[in-house]
């Protein structure tokens, strides 16, 4: 094969239509491997960054009922009172999550500019209904 190629090359005919025909179907066939691979790998980074909001958000919530020895009333709070450095955000939705009175997760604000509907679920709950589903207000 390889000599064909060198040979080819000498000659300075080119390659046929079916050896063209050939490397652009093997191109193909990667291609197709590689995508699918790669969005999947995406979603599932997606989720995971998803679930590690959720807990740091949980996390900072019980950092601040310890000290304060009362819930905060939403994410901004924990924002504003020094318990995060910024408000977490869904890397799907690209919006921001909800808390409800005993500082669990309910939920992810409707989808912010160019994100579509968080599909990650609860973390705790792997990827299942948020606590109190349901009654998350929109
Ligand atoms: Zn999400």
Same mark, same amino acid.
């Given at each position: 094969m390889f000599d064909r190629i060198c040979r080819s090359l000498k000659n300075r005919? %080119?390659?046929t239509l079916v050896e063209l025909m050939v490397v652009v179907a093997i191109i193909g066939i990667l291609v197709g491997i590689a995508v699918p691979l790669f969005n999947k790998s995406t979603s599932s980074a997606e989720k995971k960054a998803c679930h590690a909001n959720q807990r740091i958000i949980e996390g900072a919530a019980m950092q601040y009922y310890a000290e304060k020895n009362t819930w905060p009333s939403d994410v901004e709070a924990l924002v504003n009172e020094g318990y995060l450095q910024e408000e977490p955000k869904c890397p799907l939705s690209k919006s921001g999550y909800t808390i409800n009175d005993k500082g669990k997760v309910t939920g992810v604000k409707p989808p912010g500019s160019g994100g579509t509907q968080?599909?990650? %679920?609860y973390y705790a709950n792997d990827g299942g209904q948020f606590p109190g589903s349901g009654s998350s207000s929109p």
């Open positions: 005919r %080119g390659f968080c599909n990650h %679920g």
